[in-house]
């Protein structure tokens, strides 16, 4: 889980080798990444985004 008071900011080389390793991983464990940041910030985001265009549901 991630705190109130955590901010994650990520420039797009980082974000981009984020969505790269996010393709990589079996669907599941894109699921687990998105619950582990709690569902927000970009990481989630990025997260979902990869869920959505794999259709995985949570």
Do not use: F, Q
């Amino acid at each position: 889980m991630t705190s109130d008071d955590t901010k994650t900011v990520l420039n797009e080389a980082n974000a981009r080798a984020v969505a790269l390793m996010l393709d990589k991983l079996e669907d599941h464990d894109v699921t687990v990444i998105y619950e582990a940041v709690g569902g927000v910030g970009p990481i989630a985001d990025l997260a979902a985004e990869a869920m959505k265009t794999r259709n995985i549901d949570l």
